[in-house]
């Protein structure tokens, strides 16, 4: 009996520091989320931008804590980021600054806080203050309230410090965050204007994983590459039609955004609560697939040094064996804070780099006019084929630059294909006219030209002339290239839509057609577009 006394005994000693312990950590783990704004003890700006965060002496006591506030308005601006906070009834700013000591005039520096870590430093001030803001600091917090009833907090190059996903989560935990649903970014053009953190949810899982900041700039480059979806457009209307709006692989949480549902078939999404559908460039499969889920810790990553974002895929028989080659239009990147990548072409695994650590996007505007797509040439007389590589920049001024990289598959590698060009010959023949000559092809073109607007930029008499037939002086710049069966046989011929200019002027719009032979995409018939028709892309015989 005794014995049994003595181990009840010790038993519920253990229990008694069990739950003392537990107690311990969940009133640690509550303070390590408070949410506190400090005041700082060195009132020298000039002494505390380039200090680290944690060196900097705060005030013995904060400021405001998270239960001075009543609601906690969580903002997002397209040229700024702000939020809004209100203090309990009793309170307000200005008191609470006189309270501590402090005039209510000036510049003075805080500091955020999360538990005893340090989130951003800033300026609390009084927009009747004729003091200067400090230099280098972009936060800040005015004394004076917004409508009697909500105190700012704006950050003015829209880093998204004030929008770190620690502050939301004590301030959610705390259940005084409010984010209204119409304030919620529901655009791409928005969703780009600041930094915003990144969650990532899996169709069936409950578990909600963080994205380190590396996959959100890879996230953010994959999601930049996009079209919208027309629902007036027959071929895109067939596939927005019966789009089930319910159904999602992926669920992506950007901090201060809508969700966004991802369907992995067609690469289509949509942000929460929108009929918007817009669709990937290419297949991203291998990026999901390279996802690493932390079920431990509630983080995802990327393990790999270098990953595939997404992929366009094509099979089609390029060397005359009879068998298909696997060709893929690739776009990788470095697991990086950036956006961008390399653009690949590969056939049966050998590999040719078309674009090498370049940025290109259509969100949150175009850099790229037309999105790089395959097509394919047959060879004149041959089995072979060239795979063409073509898409065009979006360019100041003329609009377009249109790109095209050949390629062909010989022996088990890959190679480039050379494109000639047309030369030309031009000549002033008087009165207005010029005549463009292409020697190789036994052909010209007639134009008419303003003489004087020419002169005003060329020079005049003898030397505008001198100028105009100068060899260098007019030059094609390709608009764009299209690859169509243009003479009626049955196979497609690439055409380069160009224009023939010494900038500011420009001379003719050509349409110059290729044939594939020897191992070279050469010319064989040039138009004007201007002068010879209305249809833009010309038949011609071989």
Known sequence: MKRLTILLTVFFMFLAVAISCSNSNEENKKASSDFKIYLVKETDFSKLIDAELEDI??????????????AYYWKGQSDKVSSLFELQDDKTLTEIMKDRGYAELGYYPFIVTVGDERMYLGALYSPLTSVSPPQGINIFISTIPLNSVAYEISEEDSKGLIHNNRIYEALERAEILILEKHELIRSLDDLYSSYHSLKIQKNGEDAVYDADKALVYIFGDMLSKVEELDMNLQEEGELTEGFDYTYWDYRLQFEGAADIFFTL?????????????????????????????????????????????????YAEDVNGDGIDENIELSYERVVREDLKGDLTVSINGSKAIA????????????????????????????????????????????????????????????????????????????????????????????????????????????????????????????LWYTVEDYDGDGQPELCSVSILRCPPLALCKLHTYYKYENGELKPVQVSDAFTSTNNPLLPYNL
Do not use: C
């Open 57 to 70: 002496p705060l005030d013995d006591e904060p400021l405001i804590t998270e239960e001075d506030i009543s």
């Open 355 to 478: 674009l090498k650590d370049e940025e290109w996007f259509t969100k949150p505007y175009r850099t790229i006019g037309e999105m790089p797509k395959i097509k394919f040439q047959q060879e004149q007389n041959g089995k072979r084929k060239a795979v063409l590589l073509i898409y065009s920049w979006a360019t100041n001024g003329i609009g377009s630059t249109g790109v095209i990289n050949a390629y062909e598959y010989v022996e088990g590698d890959i190679r480039e294909v050379k494109i000639k060009d047309a030369e030309r010959v031009i000549k002033y023949m008087g009165e207005n006219n010029v005549n463009v000559s292409f020697p190789a092809l036994n052909s010209s073109i007639d134009l008419k030209i303003d003489t004087d607007e020419f002169k005003r930029f060329l020079g005049e008499k003898g030397s505008f002339k001198q100028q105009l037939e100068a060899k260098d002086t007019f030059y094609p710049h390709p």
């Open 265 to 313: 078939e067609g690469n289509v999404f949509h942000f929460d609560g929108e009929t918007q559908l817009y669709t990937l460039w290419g297949d991203s499969k291998p990026l999901w697939d390279s996802l690493v889920f932390d079920n431990g810790n509630q983080a995802v990553n990327i393990t790999k040094e270098k990953i595939q974002v997404m992929v366009k895929n």
